[in-house]
């Protein structure tokens, strides 16, 4: 007992100082064993051995006053209560476990009692059993051999006895259908019947035992023939011919001309569907779509063949890829995985392991599924090119997965075939012709829409403009359309119809079709195929047919109309700025084209559409130039300009090349902008006598000439040119109006030139001439970037004239600003 004054209280560390001091009371360590403690000698140590109680009180007593005797009398009355608590709780939580451990002790006691009864029981039978054992090896020690003999003998007799009832055995088998138990026997017996057969009573069952053989042979040849048994039972049947020595080449052999006969069934029907399909074919139909030509709001009412619509079959692509699927491919697989089971994968055991059957039935297997699918993929192939419409993509797009996805079901069975191969070799082309009849289509639909434009420009004469010539907006019929509202009804038509193309060609590289993401594939069809084969083609075409515009011949340009020139023009210039950048930018983003082949670059690309803009840009300004010129040469050609009277007014074929200019001018203005122009004089339409200096100056002294005065003249004229700027008539224009204007009217102007130079004029055809030029003068500068380049040519023209003049006498300047004025 602890000498501290402190009483214990109730909380978790008094608790466990509680727990201390019974540990400490009974000597326990903190492992609960007991503790080796050191003993003390002190006899006013409560907890020693040697306490004693009445020098204890004496002590205390002697050192503690009466108030710290009654607290430590309290404080020890408590501490005596604590532990007399803890013991009992102690008691109780173990109350449990010492019954417990008395049951288990008295157990023990019963058990072991009863086992140490069975120890003795089982000793005395041991010995027991030892006595008996010798008592039976010595009675039986002298008959030992005889036993053996007679054992010996007594098997001999049984197995002549199963030699002996073997041809009953085997009947009974044969009647029951038990034919493995039937082979088993004869396969036990066969050696030994084998090895005795010199003696006749061995012969005779042998002989038996073949014919019977033979029969069950012949069922098991009509059972494995027929075909009509499970698996299983096919299994067992070829194993048992097998083990009757039936050569292993012909029941292959028999096997695959069975399954032959049946899947020839499946490939007729699928090529009946075929000539169904191509009897019942009907071509194209008849649907409206919207031309550009007509208003860009409204259809047009004209029922035109569209290319990109399917003809009718009897059957859909899918419906002919699902029947040969589901009947033929199936069939084959199934053929392929029993004919592995019976021949290929059985194990090879005794005999048969030297025989290398596998090997020769695997090489077999691969023959015939290579013929057998070398047919069904023809008629693949033939039902895939009757697909000529590509209005609806979806159809051959899953009907090819569904081809592919089937074929690598063979590929697992058959390791090493070469028919997924081939399979697949068809779906990429499949795929290829299905870019080639897209373009087609594509390229239809442009030479489509350009026969919509020409008829939309056939239109009246305004509507080519599509405004007057005063630059208003009023054509001759509402609904007819302007040039600006053709080329973006041509242009969206096209670009449109090339975003559902490429929209219907995305289904062949969607995630769900399983030859999408495969390397064979993706790669090669997005980058070759669509790329390059589909959008670039139809890019090039676009600007090679523009270009074949251009080789039309003809004094008048050919058929082609003007306005389909410039508008082309304007097209090809359009997809070099922008349009094939954002057609291809839109195409590799869409199918992710990774350019590991060559592929054509956009530089490349736009600058044949700018060559085909500027081709067609010049063969515009020819053609017009030439409609001009062809007006100005007649007038020239049917005049007699010796004998003409005194000009009154301006001739109308100057007025009609003044309209016709001013109609051009407006055309053009319509698709180019305006362009860059020289700054123009105030007086630009008055400077015709100033322009004409020369000339005049030539005609004024040339009566006081010698005789050798025209070749003064001449001189004269050739120093003025060695000083002006020499005229390019057939440059290449820039895009834009101006140059365009200036580039028909120098051709103009200098056909007309051209004529003056081989005509002869009188007096009054010279002035005729310089009222026509004068006319031209107040009109044309304000067409052309350099007003200079029209003075001069007119000046030309004036002074070409009274070169070729009988009697050079120049109109008044006066005169002729009233006559122009008043024309």
């Not at 000793?123 to 005889?146: C, K, P, V």
């Not at 299983?232 to 194993?239: A, I, P, Q």
Request: net charge negative; aromatic share 8%; with cysteine.
């Amino acid at each position: 007992m602890s000498s501290a004054t402190t009483p214990p209280d109730s909380d978790p560390k008094g608790q466990r100082r509680v727990h201390n001091m019974l540990k400490l009371y009974y000597g326990l360590n903190e492992e609960g064993k007991a503790a080796d403690q050191v003993e003390s000698l002190d006899p006013c140590d409560i907890n020693g051995l040697h306490f004693d109680p009445e020098v204890y009180l004496n002590k205390l007593r002697k050192e503690c006053s009466l108030g710290e005797l009654m607290d430590h009398e309290s404080c020890m009355v408590k501490q005596i209560r604590s532990l007399d608590s803890d013991m009992q709780t102690l008691v109780y939580e173990n109350y449990n476990k010492f019954i417990s451990a008395t049951d288990t002790i008295r157990k023990m006691k019963n058990d072991f009692k009863k086992m140490e009864d069975e120890m003795d029981c089982l000793s005395a039978n041991m010995a027991a059993i030892t006595e008996f054992s010798a008592r039976i090896s010595g009675t039986l020690q002298d008959q030992h051999a005889q036993i053996t003999k007679l054992s010996g003998v007594h098997t001999l007799l049984r197995k002549l006895q199963f030699l002996f009832e073997l041809p009953a055995r085997l009947n009974k088998c044969l009647e029951l259908q038990a034919y493995g138990q039937a082979v088993s026997a004869h396969r036990r017996a066969r050696c030994v019947l084998q090895q005795y057969s010199h003696m006749p009573s061995f012969r005779g069952i042998q002989d038996d035992c073949h014919v019977i053989m033979e029969q069950l042979a012949q069922q098991l040849r009509q059972k494995f023939r027929d075909g009509g048994s499970s698996a299983k039972d096919l299994s067992e049947c070829v194993e048992l011919l097998l083990q009757l020595d039936e050569p292993a080449e012909e029941l292959c052999d028999k096997f695959l001309s069975h399954a032959q006969s049946r899947l020839e069934v499946d490939l007729q029907g699928l090529e009946a569907e075929l000539k169904d399909s191509a009897v019942t074919d009907t071509g194209g139909g008849s649907v409206q779509k919207t031309s550009p030509g007509s208003n860009p709001v409204s259809p047009s009412s004209s029922s035109v063949i569209n290319p990109f619509l399917s003809p009718t079959a009897g059957t859909d692509i899918l419906e002919f890829i699902d029947r040969g699927c589901n009947e033929f491919v199936s069939s084959l697989c199934l053929v392929i995985a029993s004919y592995q089971e019976l021949f290929i994968n059985r194990p090879q055991e005794g005999e048969f392991a030297s025989k290398n059957i596998p090997e020769m039935a695997n090489g077999k297997l691969h023959v015939f599924v290579d013929t057998l699918a070398a047919r069904y993929f023809s008629l693949v192939e033939r039902r895939i090119q009757e697909e000529k419409g590509v209005s609806d993509n979806s159809l051959l797009v899953r009907a090819l997965d569904r081809f592919h996805r089937r074929l690598q079901a063979i590929s697992k069975l058959l390791p090493g075939s070469a028919v997924p191969c081939h399979g697949t070799e068809i779906v990429v082309r499949a795929a290829r012709e299905r870019i080639k009849q897209y373009l087609s289509a594509l390229q239809t639909f442009y030479h489509d829409s350009l026969t919509d434009v020409r008829q939309a420009l056939a239109a009246p004469r305004l509507a080519v403009g599509g405004a007057s010539a005063s630059g208003g907006g009023a054509s001759s019929k509402d609904d007819t359309p302007s040039l600006p509202e053709l080329l973006a009804s041509l242009s969206n038509f096209i670009l449109n119809q090339l975003k559902s193309v490429l929209a219907s060609v995305h289904l062949f590289t969607a995630k769900d079709i399983t030859f999408s993401n495969k390397p064979y594939f993706k790669g090669e069809f997005c980058s070759q195929g669509v790329r390059e084969g589909l959008v670039v083609s139809f890019i090039k075409f676009i600007c090679q047919s523009s270009r074949q515009y251009c080789e039309s011949t003809g004094d008048r340009g050919g058929s082609t109309p003007p306005a389909l020139l410039l508008l082309l023009s304007r097209l090809c210039l359009d997809y070099d700025t922008s349009t094939i950048s954002y057609i291809l930018t839109l195409t590799d983003e869409q199918f992710l084209v990774q350019h590991h082949t060559p592929v054509t670059p956009v530089t490349a690309l736009c600058a044949e559409a700018r060559e085909a803009a500027q081709k067609l840009l010049n063969h515009y300004v020819k053609v017009q130039g030439l409609i001009i010129s062809q007006m100005l040469r007649k007038s020239v050609e049917t005049r007699d300009w010796v004998n003409t009277i005194e000009p009154r007014n301006v001739r109308a074929v100057m007025k009609r090349v003044v309209e016709d200019t001013t109609s051009i001018d407006v055309q053009v203005g319509l698709l180019y902008e305006e362009g860059v122009r020289k700054a123009h004089s105030s007086d630009s339409s008055k400077r015709t006598f100033s322009v004409y200096s020369s000339s005049r100056q030539q005609i004024r002294y040339a009566p006081s000439y010698t005789p050798s005065a025209p070749m003064d003249t001449n001189l004269l004229s050739n120093i003025h040119k060695l000083f002006s700027e020499r005229i390019d008539i057939f440059s290449p224009v820039e895009f834009n109006k101006v140059s365009v204007l200036t580039g028909i009217i120098k051709i103009s102007l200098k056909t007309f030139l051209e004529c003056v130079r081989l005509r002869t004029f009188g007096r009054y055809g010279l002035q005729q001439i310089q009222v026509d030029c004068h006319y031209l003068q107040m009109y044309l500068w304000r067409f052309v970037s350099d007003e200079n380049l029209v003075h001069f040519l007119l000046d030309e023209i004036v002074g070409s004239a009274a070169h070729r003049c009988l009697d050079p006498s120049p109109m008044e300047q006066s005169v002729i600003e009233v006559i122009c004025e008043r024309g």
